[in-house]
């Protein structure tokens, strides 16, 4: 069984640039789910995606968009970068549809935006 | 609001203590309820979760919790600290509204040796 694997492991980006996380789920789930967690905070989400399409959504502006394919990986995008954007995003699988509605973690992708 | 609050954002036990953390949600209705550790440059690992069957549940490592409904709490505990228990804990609550997770702020567990 293949956990959840997130992809680029760290980046550096510049104020006002964009960035594409990507992340695949583990094997069998349906759905991804992605955090950002700011330096000693706990993960806030941002939003879900099931089905290839946006299935709740946290409170986070439009510059914060995703995609799901129809292998259930799954894409971040962040738009007009800010300083405070800087954190680790972590993407979490799931399987929706059977009750259990724990969420399987990534490594997570660190984002410097300087 | 939904939220998840964890008392104390530091513990420090002695190996071989007890460890508490304490977590309390706030909602009239129970959620589904989770543990998971983080360790440093790492993502969460689940710990344990909460979902009706039994208050008490018990987890990997050692760990348990118990759902206590009148207290709104879901408290974590391990008999005996080892020194690879050093982390950060994190409480979550799931409400059936947007398939979010809830995290409370965490608390960093140290053991002393």
């Known amino acids: 069984e293949t956990g959840v694997t997130q992809s680029p492991t760290h980046l550096i980006k510049t104020r006002g640039q964009q960035v594409t996380l990507r992340c695949s789920s583990q094997?069998?789930?349906?759905?991804v789910s992605w955090y950002q967690q700011a330096l000693g905070q706990g993960p806030q989400f941002i939003f879900q995606y099931y089905r290839e399409e946006e299935n709740g959504r946290g409170n986070f502006p439009p510059r914060f968009s995703g995609l799901q394919f129809p292998n259930y990986s799954s894409e971040l995008n962040v738009n007009a970068l800010e300083l405070d954007d800087s954190a680790l995003y972590l993407c979490?699988?799931?399987?929706?549809?059977?009750?259990?509605?724990?969420?399987?973690f990534g490594p997570g992708t660190r984002l410097t935006v300087t | 609001a939904q939220s998840v609050t964890q008392l104390g954002s530091h513990v420090s036990v002695s190996e071989g203590a007890l460890v508490l953390l304490r977590c309390n949600y706030s909602?009239?209705?129970?959620?589904?309820l989770f543990w998971y550790v983080q360790y440093p440059n790492q993502g969460l690992q689940l710990l344990l979760k909460y979902t009706s069957a039994a208050t008490l549940v018990k987890g990997i490592n050692g760990f348990e919790a118990e759902f206590k409904k009148s207290e709104t709490s879901f408290h974590l505990t391990k008999p005996s600290a080892h020194m690879s228990d050093a982390a950060e804990y994190f409480c979550a609550a799931f409400y059936n509204q947007g398939g979010k997770l809830i995290f409370g702020q965490g608390t960093e567990l140290s053991v002393k040796p």
């Open positions: 094997s069998g789930h349906n759905t």
């Open positions: 979490a699988s799931s399987l929706s549809g059977t009750g259990a509605h724990e969420q399987y």
């Open positions: 909602s009239s209705v129970p959620p589904y």
